[in-house]
């Protein structure tokens, strides 16, 4: 018999199997999750920093596909992982709806943690991303990925999930965390799903909603500068990186900050194989970021 209420299946209150309950304290969940997991129950946990979309709607519907598991979205906005100049203060936020969509996913745990909650009063310690933190996204966003490494290894400490689910969107965060995982021997896997797209090709994000609609049209460059990039693979990185900058080139909106191409772990690009193609580029003031898989030396383009 399915239990009706956490209370029936031993895990206490502040659990409901088929409903959503939101928890804002650290302890609290993370009390829920230990009766829970003493109960059998795998833990899927789905970092967010809210403003649900499409992409992160289909990591909680992956989350849910684990076999006897709970999928726990977390909802934060980190300060942490932002800049003084960044977009902190004016990152959209839509609570209802977030709330609203990991019902109609069925997630039954949000945490939603306020900043005191979750820092506490007197904050000291941080995790170090190592020298990969300061390539890429990191070479222009300094402190980031200590930030994001920083909250994830909370969120893992708080509910020690089986499972951790996270966007290739974000490629270098889901390597470097995939890493802190496996280093820091978290006991945690960590996973990555493919980046959920527009139908004509622009990666979702929740920074999409900062762009007029020129700018937009613009933000499409990154998408097929990825796919020309893909397209030429089997011609070698040189004309990779030629065909995905030519297609940057023609957008004068669009400033570029990086083009490269690595290999699936971010180190040097292989001569031949898999490799990961990144690029970012500024918007009207919005920075936006997207990446593909790249076969290099091989016929056909992978995505
Ligand atoms: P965010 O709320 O932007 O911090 O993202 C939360 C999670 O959703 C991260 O693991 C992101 O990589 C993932 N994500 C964001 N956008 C997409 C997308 N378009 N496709 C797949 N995953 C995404």
């Known amino acids: 018999m399915t239990p009706k209420s956490a209370y029936d299946a031993g895990a206490g209150p502040g659990f409901t199997p088929g409903e959503v309950t939101v928890h804002e304290q650290p302890a609290e969940l993370a009390k829920v999750t230990r009766a829970l997991r003493g109960t059998g129950r795998k833990i899927t946990l789905v970092p967010t920093m809210g ?50 969509a990991c019902r109609q996913e069925g997630a039954e745990l949000v945490f939603a943690p306020s900043t005191e909650a979750l820092y506490g009063p007197d904050p000291q ?6 020298p990969l933190g300061d390539q890429l996204e990191g070479a222009s966003r300094p402190g980031h990925f200590a930030g994001v490494l920083t909250v994830v290894a909370k969120l893992f400490g708080i509910m020690r999930p089986d499972l951790a689910l996270f966007g290739e969107k974000d490629y270098q965060q889901l390597v470097l965390l995939r890493r802190m995982a496996h280093e820091l021997h978290l006991g945690t896997a960590v996973q990555g799903i493919p980046v959920v797209r527009e139908s004509d090709g622009l990666a979702l994000s929740s920074r999409n909603a900062y762009l007029a609609s020129e700018q ?13 990039g893909a397209h030429a693979g ?13 297609v940057l080139e023609t957008e004068p909106l669009l ?46 383009a992978p995505e």
């Not at 089997?234 to 030519?246: F, I, N």
């Not at 083009?259 to 971010?266: C, K």
């Open 51 to 100: 403003s649900l979309h499409e992409g992160h709607r289909e990591l909680i519907r992956r989350a849910r596909r684990v076999s006897g598991g709970v999928t726990v979205v977390s909802n934060f906005v980190n300060p942490l992982q932002f800049g003084p100049d960044e977009d902190f203060e004016r990152y959209p936020r839509s609570w209802e709806s977030d709330v609203e």
């Open 125 to 130: 310690i941080t995790v170090n991303p190592g």
């Open 216 to 228: 937009r049209g613009a933000a499409l460059a990154l998408s097929a500068a990825l796919a020309a």
């Open 234 to 246: 089997a011609s070698g990185a040189d004309a990779v990186l030629e065909a995905a900058r030519g």
């Open 255 to 300: 400033e570029l900050d990086y083009l490269e191409l690595r290999d699936t772990e971010l180190g040097p690009a292989p001569a031949e194989g898999e490799a990961r193609l990144l690029v970012a580029a500024t918007v009207g003031g919005t920075r936006l970021i997207d990446n593909a898989l790249v076969l290099l030396g091989s016929s056909g």
